[in-house]
């Protein structure tokens, strides 16, 4: 079975662009997470959808949004970007909620210019 | 606001010797603590999990203990190899909403 697939692997946009970042999960996983990493740090958390309702969000701006769609796939959208936005943004699946093992993707490296 | 403390953020470690990487979480509604591996350039990698419901956990040379009272969650490894050089994140997660915080992470590197 495939894992969590991210799309692209990479991207370099300018400040205040906008930024769509795909996620498939594993198949039959509901759950899905999105975190940003900065390097040298922890991945932090920015939303939970779980059955195509956010069940949770982190403590991010309202530049950032995302959705899921009815395949349970996801989209993270970061509108105006900023310098501070540069990370690796990574996609977890979860069987469940997020109280239930995460596996994680690649990530997306978005770098902002 | 929740927190997640993790420490040492390095340790080195002699190849065979055992290593202990702690974490403290400040919500006590925490229920669900994971661990993972993130070697350089790769995505995290779950290596073990405890719920709120056991005290320890253990699979072949990791182990995973937790002490609900002192909120304090920590990670074994024995008898480490030199694969075991990674960064390794703890985290801590509530159920009512799916909340999850990171450790800031430990580099582990493991000496010949």
């Known amino acids: 079975d495939a894992g969590v697939t991210q799309s692209p692997t990479h991207l370099i946009k300018t400040r205040g662009q906008q930024v769509t970042l795909r996620c498939s999960p594993i198949?039959?996983?509901?759950?899905v997470s999105w975190y940003q990493q900065v390097l040298g740090q922890g991945p932090q958390f920015i939303f939970q959808?779980?059955?195509?309702?956010?069940?949770g969000r982190g403590n991010f701006p309202d530049r950032f949004s995302a959705r899921q769609f009815p395949n349970y796939s996801s989209e993270l959208n970061v509108n105006a970007l900023l310098l501070g936005d540069s990370a690796l943004y990574l996609c977890?699946?979860?069987?469940?909620?997020?109280?239930?093992?995460?596996?994680f993707g690649d990530g997306t490296r978005l770098s902002i210019l | 606001g929740e927190n997640v403390e993790q420490h040492p953020s390095t340790l080195s470690v002699q190849e065979g010797d055992s290593a202990v990487i702690k974490c403290t979480y400040s919500d006590s509604a925490s229920n669900y603590f994971p661990w993972y591996k993130q070697e350089l350039g790769k995505r995290p990698q779950l290596i073990i999990d405890?719920?709120?419901?056991?005290g320890e956990k253990k699979d072949q040379r990791i182990a995973v203990t937790l002490n609900k009272t002192a909120k304090h969650f920590s990670l074994h490894i024995t008898e480490t190899q030199p694969e075991d050089s990674a960064v390794y994140f703890c985290?801590?997660?509530?159920?009512?909403?799916?909340?999850?915080?990171f450790g800031k992470g430990t580099r582990l590197h493991i000496l010949p």
């Open positions: 405890i719920r709120s419901n056991v």
């Open positions: 977890a699946s979860s069987s469940r909620s997020s109280n239930q093992p995460q596996h």
């Open positions: 985290a801590a997660i509530r159920s009512r909403d799916d909340k999850i915080i």
């Open positions: 959808y779980y059955e195509k309702e956010e069940r």
């Open positions: 198949s039959g996983h509901k759950s």
